[in-house]
T-cell receptor
């Protein structure tokens, strides 16, 4: 079945450094790849997404890259700030109404 | 605009008891989902409903049942709770038509089975 693997499980960086989280997916028919941020005690919220017809997307300090051939995608956060500390999840989906499968999550800690 | 509302927020059950987790969305979304979140395991899909009138198994459906009551509501039932079902449960919804779109999540239900 569909599977999404996410690494690393924990990541600690100094404020101002960059952070990179990587995911691989198994279903070659997947065409939508969102990233979610979850703060303590809350539900996940979308921060950026990418569709299979583009290789990269950027929104201010956050960027996502997609390699369809290798079936992996990555989240890049530049100039990290303490408020970036949270759990981040990647996900993959084949079609608009179907399964949305998540990775295991990465706990990011940004130290002042 | 409430978004996705889950009830209850917290629940403690004894082994063997049953309960239903409620979820409602007010965004006119077609697709709804139930996930469980456990440390180190991420968000695992229990069941989903691609559209009103349909439900399908996800990654970890055993021990659960669901009902898509109408377009707004999607409930998750534990018939005989087990300690292994101690978890945080999240309901989510998304548009489900046209291009793939983001999922919106509720605040979660923290369930403890003793």
């Amino acid at each position: 079945g569909e599977n999404v693997e996410q690494h690393p499980s924990t990541l600690s960086v100094q404020e101002g450094d960059s952070a990179v989280i990587k995911c691989t997916y198994s279903d070659s028919a997947s065409n939508y790849f969102p990233w979610y941020k979850q703060e303590l005690g809350k539900g996940p919220q979308l921060i950026i997404d990418i569709r299979s017809n583009v290789g990269e997307k950027k929104d201010q300090r956050i960027a996502v890259t997609l390699n369809k051939t290798a079936k992996h995608f990555s989240l890049h956060i530049t100039e990290t700030q303490p408020e970036d500390s949270a759990v981040y999840f990647c996900a993959a989906s084949r079609n608009q109404g179907g399964k949305l499968i998540f990775g295991q999550g990465t706990e990011l800690s940004v130290k002042p | 605009n409430a978004g996705v509302t889950q009830t209850p927020k917290f629940q403690v059950l004894k082994t063997g008891q049953s309960m239903t987790l409620q979820c409602a969305q007010d965004m006119n979304h077609n697709s709804m989902y139930w996930y469980r979140q456990d440390p180190g395991m991420g968000l695992r899909l229990i069941y989903y409903s691609a559209s009103e009138g349909t439900t399908d198994k996800g990654e970890v459906p055993n021990g659960y049942n669901v009902s898509r009551l109408n377009k707004r509501e999607f409930s998750l039932r534990l018939e005989s709770a087990a300690p292994s079902q101690t978890s945080v449960y999240f309901c989510a919804s998304r548009k489900g038509t046209g291009s793939n779109t983001e999922a919106f999540f509720g605040q979660g239900t923290r369930l403890t089975v003793v």
